[in-house]
Each structure stands twice: as structure tokens, then as C-alpha cells.
């Protein structure tokens, strides 16, 4: 079985590590690594631009666990809920659209919280 990616996601006030699966999106992310972006929030989620585009994969899904890594297609951006949205059904992590599932964020993903609209993010491939 090969080791998952990991990743490391850093902004002004914290950072989070993240284990990616071996899909078609998370290899052509992590080729395009590092990536300098701009955090978005949208309700307890954030995204940010990558500059990579990739194909909506079969198992793409729009309701998703907390401190899912996934990445939007549409939007080319990588999503990190942590709650609800605003297009959630109560307490449920709803995204504006299906998403590729690319892994689970290792620490607390309530760490977002902390990241403002604007702040710079860095996304980097760690050692394995």
C-alpha cells in the first residue's frame, strides 16, 4: 500500500497538515506544488484558487466530512470545510458543488477558523 501525500497548509495566524489518497486530482496537485494563493471563507469553509484544473472524478460529492481536503472543480480551488455553509442542512459540511475527495486534514480542522478572507495561503508537499 503506498503512503498517503502529505501536505502542509500554512496561513498568518497557523498551519495544518493534511494526508492525501493517491488519486488523479491529488498527483496533479501535488506536481504543481508549492502554491502561494488567497484564503476565501464561505460560512466554516475555506477555499483558495491553485491554479491547477482537473476533472470532476465518479466519486465527487458535495456533503462531506469536516476537515475533508477537496477539491472543486468548477472553481479550480482547493475547499476545507469545517462546518456548515451557507447551503448546509443544519450541522452538515455542504460544498457549492460535488468535489473530488482528496483526503482528511490530520489536526483540528476548528483551526480554520483562524484563517480571514484575503490571507495569504501556502500549500507545500512535506517529506514522507
Do not use: K
Amino acid at each position: 500500500m503506498q503512503t498517503p501525500l502529505r501536505i502542509r497548509i500554512s496561513w498568518p495566524s497557523g498551519h495544518l497538515n493534511a494526508s492525501l489518497d493517491h488519486t488523479a486530482s491529488s498527483q496533479t496537485l501535488a506536481r504543481a506544488l508549492p502554491l502561494v494563493s488567497t484564503a476565501r471563507t464561505w460560512g466554516a469553509e475555506v477555499y483558495f484558487d491553485t491554479g491547477v484544473s482537473v476533472s470532476r472524478e465518479t466519486d465527487a460529492r458535495e456533503v462531506v466530512e469536516p476537515g475533508t481536503v477537496a477539491y472543486w472543480t468548477d472553481g479550480d480551488a482547493l475547499a476545507l470545510p469545517y462546518g456548515p455553509t451557507p447551503i448546509s442542512r443544519g450541522d452538515e459540511c455542504r460544498l457549492a458543488g460535488p468535489c473530488n475527495v482528496l483526503g482528511r486534514l490530520d489536526g483540528d480542522p476548528g483551526l480554520l477558523a483562524t484563517v480571514r478572507d484575503g490571507d495569504p495561503v501556502r500549500v507545500e508537499l512535506l517529506d514522507s
